[in-house]
């Protein structure tokens, strides 16, 4: 009987220790899951993230007749500031836009680190109007915050923005994507600091510069 004893609770055990490996490899497997979609200088999503969850709201959006909008933004003459201040300082700066942007924020909506020292908001729920407001309390943030202001010499910046709106300006992913990269253009070639909404089906046409 106290050998039957022993044996079950010898059983007790190695099955608690299993079911604690168990669980610690699928929450290492869970973790490096989320670690590949996100960016490594920011914390934020990455673009692998973005297409896949581009897609998963583009239908879901599509099944429930809703809007969200995109936001392409980038940072106004930043090679200015990785010139004049080091690379090292560039990507502090980067990561501190990254929060500021993240701070804007609240769920749903997120943010990718798209390229260098550009970003994409995603806006579930948000039609065109308020896609630019948002990019107005964003850009307004921008401005007004120093950043490197550790260094001792803080830095100001200023960014602009293209928004483009599903479904009104299309229903494609790839055209989205592309409208809103050429709404971005505008709003450099504009004079930076600006806002630029597509306008029109497909993106055809851009409002004025905000």
């Known amino acids: 009987a106290e050998g039957r004893l022993v044996e079950i609770l010898s ?5 608690t220790e299993r079911k604690r490996a168990e669980d610690a490899l699928r929450l290492s497997e869970e973790r490096f899951r989320e670690l590949a979609l996100l960016d490594n200088l920011t914390g934020l999503y990455n673009t692998r993230y973005l297409y896949q969850a581009l897609d998963a709201l583009i ?3 599509a099944a429930e007749g809703s809007a969200f909008s995109i936001l392409f ?7 200015r500031v990785v010139d004049s201040r080091g690379h090292l300082n560039g990507s502090r700066a980067i990561q501190e836009v990254a929060a500021t942007i993240r701070g804007c924020l609240a769920a749903p909506a997120w943010a990718v680190a798209y390229a260098g020292d550009e970003f994409v908001v995603v806006l579930p729920g948000f039609p065109r109007a308020a896609a630019v407001e948002k990019a107005r309390e964003i850009r307004a943030r921008i401005r ?7 260094t001792g010499q803080p830095a100001r910046l200023t960014a602009s923005f293209g928004v483009a709106t599903y479904p009104d300006d ?8 592309a409208i809103g990269d050429q709404g971005l253009f505008a ?4 004079g930076r600091d600006s806002i630029v909404a597509a306008g029109g089906s497909a993106g055809r046409g851009t409002s004025p510069p905000l």
């Open 11 to 15: 059983t007790g055990i190695d099955t």
């Open 187 to 190: 709003a450099k070639r504009s």
């Open 73 to 79: 933004v980038d940072l106004d003459h930043f090679k």
């Open 59 to 61: 239908a879901a959006s």
């Open 170 to 177: 299309t229903r494609d992913l790839e055209s989205l994507l």
């Open 144 to 150: 007004e915050t120093a950043y490197l202001a550790g």
